[in-house]
């Protein structure tokens, strides 16, 4: 992997961090294209079975690299062509991303941690959607995602108003997950990651696929889609094992079979 997006794995973990902590993490065409590599790695890696998406210093990623400008590509290239590739790896892969967010997740920053499956935030992180000052639209999916979380008038309020919203005011509003020590935010996240990652592999997939089409369908469809993911694990070694170690008073050792 390249110098400005790290990939190391620890166990079933993937860590995978954002590294230009002199530019608060800010994305490049590069950065987006290594991050969508290294995403597609380990999605791909069946020896890892949860992510962590983080960033090196003091920022999660101040959002689009404003001094690179679009570097020969347009806006619309820009948003189709390097950032939803990234909210789609991470949207579509099997397994849960967590975004681990220190500092500030400003812009399409922003947008890429609440794309995550689960975010933590460190105390005194914020997040920030800056785009009305410089008379630009909340983009890469923040609209969608803003108005479907916070409802229609809390969203354009935070938006329109470029307003920080403090790690704890996420959680409350249900933006993030839970908040950690800055100083503890990298073992807390590896810590989540890693109990995730002895949960039954298939079910988290299972889990992340039928919730994420609830969030656009209708009950009906939804319901079809849980029996029949409901079908294909009942009776697999892995619901065996669950349940064994149900009845044995043990903790169950998954395989993703």
């Known amino acids: 992997m390249s110098d400005i997006v790290n990939y190391e794995q620890k166990g079933a973990v993937a860590v995978i961090t954002l590294n230009r902590p002199d530019a608060l993490n800010a994305f490049t065409t590069e950065l987006s294209l290594q991050l969508q590599l290294a995403l597609e790695q380990a999605a791909a890696d069946d020896a890892v079975r949860v992510i962590v998406l983080t960033g090196e210093g003091r920022s999660f990623s101040a959002g689009a690299d404003l001094k690179s400008g679009f570097e020969g590509r347009s806006v619309f290239g820009k948003l189709h062509y390097e950032y939803r590739p990234v909210f789609s790896a991470i949207a579509t892969m099997s397994k849960p991303v967590i975004a681990a967010v220190p500092g500030s997740a400003a812009g399409i920053g922003m947008s890429v941690a609440l794309h995550c499956d689960l975010l933590l935030m460190a105390e005194n992180a914020f997040l920030l959607s800056p785009f009305t000052t410089i008379s630009l639209v909340p983009d890469g999916g923040l609209n969608w995602l803003l108005v479907r979380q916070l409802g229609y008038r809390r969203a354009f ?35 989540w990651a890693e109990a995730l990652a002895k949960r039954a592999p298939r079910s988290l997939e299972a889990t992340k696929k039928v919730m994420r089409h609830a969030i656009d369908n209708d009950w009906a469809s939804t319901f079809n889609m849980e029996a029949d993911w409901q079908q294909a694990l009942a009776g697999s070694d892995d619901n065996t094992e669950g349940v064994d170690a149900f009845f044995e008073k043990r903790e169950p050792k998954f395989k993703g079979k």
């Open 157 to 191: 309020q935070l938006s329109v108003e470029s307003e920080r919203i403090p790690a704890a005011r996420c959680v409350e509003l249900g933006l993030a997950n839970k908040t950690a020590p800055a100083e503890e935010l990298q073992k807390v996240a590896l810590d």
